[in-house]
């Protein structure tokens, strides 16, 4: 829909666009789970690969690569490993989705009426990082509860997600639910603010480009998420680590989880023991994730709201 010059912020109504971010965010979760289980799994593994006497005594998985990780889930979990905390993850998506794009419109606008306006790549970047920070912070309790049973490999720590959430607000009260939200904050706010100043950059030309299905808006997510994804990383994976913090972090597929606290701190202790590299982990896996996720998102955003714009039209 990205047709001549628009904006996200230009078209549909606040409603329309909550509508179409919500079905944007449940069809992209539900395309990217498996991935998405494989990049918590290597994120959350400790143990050097280059460094088989590492290994010793490790009482789990040791993954290596995105299609062996999916293979090893496979053959031990089944195929429903890879849609691990999926419910909680679907509800982030919509929830996630619908805010994430009625945020960005509403600060998009309110940039607009300043007598000062700023160039459209400064508008985006602010909007897309405001509104990414509004949506984590509002969603992230869900966010936590996916990384959590994403986690969990044969042994079940949480039998349902009413347990989960039960069992968090009894053994860790309600900061359990917000561990590592500094660093998904930290993460998100320079990546949706990178990733709409780039799509929004993007989109006018790649819809000159007439590509097929309209596919332009896919496209410029695709390149958008790539870009923006590989600078923030390293604040994801502290994200999750963090996550699993707690009274049962011992109990999930890797066991050897160390103890981290704040965001500084853990950086300094992956540093320390796993090496720059230990940082990217699952980078691979993410990129991949990342560009599909970001792809369908916008596509069926796109999609969506031109429906129901058109559906608003028909009954005017």
Known sequence: MSGGAEH?????SKQQVIIAGGVAGLISRFCIAPLDVVKIRLQLQVHSLSDPPSHHGIN???YKGTIPTLKAIL???GISGLWKGNVPAELLYV?????QFTVYRSTTLA???FTQRLPDPAEAFISGAFAGGVATTATYPLDLLRTRFAAQGTQKIYTSLVASVRDIARFEGPRGFFQGLGAGVGQIVPYMGLFFATYETLRGPMADLSLPFGSGD???????SVMAKTGVFPLDLIRKRLQVQGPT???YVHRNI???KGVFSTMRVILRKEGKRGLYRGLTVSLLKAAPASAVTMWTYERALKVLMELENGES
């Open 95 to 99: 929830i996630y989705g619908g805010l």
């Open 258 to 260: 160390p103890i981290y």
């Open 111 to 113: 940039l607009q009426s």
């Open 218 to 224: 896919a496209t410029a997510g695709i390149l958008s």
């Open 60 to 62: 789990g998985p040791i």
């Open 75 to 77: 053959k031990e979990e």
């Open 249 to 251: 972090r011992a109990k």
């Open 8 to 12: 996200l912020k230009d078209e549909g």
